[in-house]
């Protein structure tokens, strides 16, 4: 009786208390990761792979969604804290990284049509003193657990119509 009094305790705390968002299974985030492509401008698509990076932050009790454009030839390790799956997204290699296999299987739900990408040119090189990305585009969008944007973070000049034009176009996406 113990035995499934403490099974049931647990699922319940952790759909209670889970690092996963609940959301509909119709959510998709793919709207957003190709208005990140299209902001991609005169950059060759086959050198490159967007990182699609998803993280619990337990201080602020919310997601961390980094979408990063990277070339193929990475600058970094592969940390053994972290999982990474290589997809094919349209004509992009797509590098998912989460904490654990929970948030890769997430990503995969809310990311839609994915292929394996068996073939990939994607090259872990080493280690790099500062962060994931050498790339100056990078878009950090913070989350609670509805997956509602709390904030938004995007390397782009605040001040100007650019900026405003994109952070409305990801609040507008992230509503759908």
């Known amino acids: 009786m113990k035995k499934y009094l403490f099974i049931f305790v647990f699922v319940i705390f952790n759909q209670t208390f889970g690092q996963i968002p609940k959301l509909k299974k119709t959510y998709s985030l793919n709207p957003t990761i190709d208005y990140f492509i299209d902001n991609l401008q005169g950059i060759n698509h086959e050198n490159i792979v967007i990182i699609v990076s998803f993280f619990y932050d337990k201080k ?41 296999s929970q948030q890769i299987k997430f990503l995969n739900s809310i990311i839609k049509n994915l292929k394996p990408n068996i073939n990939s040119n994607v090259e872990f090189l080493g280690k790099q003193k500062y962060g994931i990305s050498n790339d100056p585009y990078s878009w950090y969008l913070d989350f609670n657990k509805k997956m509602n944007i709390k904030n938004i973070y995007i390397t782009e000049d605040e001040s100007t119509e650019k900026y405003a034009k994109i952070v409305s176009k990801i609040m507008e996406l992230s509503k759908k």
């Not at 070339?71 to 972290?82: A, Q, T, Y």
């Open 60 to 100: 602020e009790k919310s997601f961390l969604l980094d979408l990063t454009c990277e070339n193929v030839k990475l600058i970094f390790d592969k940390s053994e804290k972290n999982i990474y799956k290589i997809y094919k997204y349209k004509d992009y290699n797509l590098l998912l990284i989460g904490q654990n």
